[in-house]
């Protein structure tokens, strides 16, 4: 049993106090009406908010991304961003061909 106490802990300190907020944004959700102003805006700063913690990631790459060169990075990002304008605004299409071009321009780079 000591050897689980890490999981509990951490579903009881991690897992439920996020769960219970989404459930309650379910619940909250329904009747909702998508095109409100207000959802607009919330969608608009939700956007912002992502957008920049992913160029501070880009820019200001922690840990093992910090290796690879500004350029490469950009550029990884460019071509995500390209491929997600191509494929009517995909996300996943976005992030797996960025994540694709990060690896493979590193990879012909070879540092």
Same mark, same amino acid.
């Given at each position: =049993?000591? &050897?689980?106490?890490?999981? *509990?802990?951490?579903?009881?300190?991690?897992? $439920?106090?996020? &769960?219970?907020? #989404?459930?309650? +944004?379910v @619940? %909250?959700? #329904? +009747? $909702?009406?998508e095109?409100? &102003?207000? $959802?607009?805006?919330? #969608?608009a700063?939700?956007?912002? /908010?992502?957008?920049?913690? *992913?160029?501070?990631?880009? @820019? %200001?790459?922690?840990?093992a991304?910090?290796?690879v060169?500004?350029?490469? #990075?950009? +550029? !990884?990002a460019?071509i995500? %961003?390209? !491929?997600?304008? /191509?494929?009517r605004q995909?996300? %996943?299409a +976005?992030?797996?061909?960025?994540?694709? !071009?990060? =690896?493979a /321009?590193? $990879?012909? *780079?070879?540092?």
């Amino acid at each position: =049993m000591t &050897e689980l106490w890490p999981y *509990v802990l951490l579903v009881l300190v991690g897992f $439920l106090p996020n &769960e219970v907020w #989404r459930w309650l +944004g379910v @619940v %909250f959700a #329904r +009747g $909702l009406d998508e095109t409100s &102003e207000v $959802l607009v805006w919330v #969608r608009a700063v939700a956007t912002a /908010i992502l957008t920049g913690v *992913v160029a501070k990631i880009v @820019v %200001f790459a922690p840990g093992a991304l910090a290796g690879v060169p500004l350029w490469v #990075r950009l +550029g !990884a990002a460019g071509i995500g %961003f390209a !491929a997600f304008l /191509i494929a009517r605004q995909s996300v %996943f299409a +976005g992030v797996v061909s960025g994540t694709l !071009a990060l =690896m493979a /321009i590193d $990879l012909l *780079v070879g540092r």
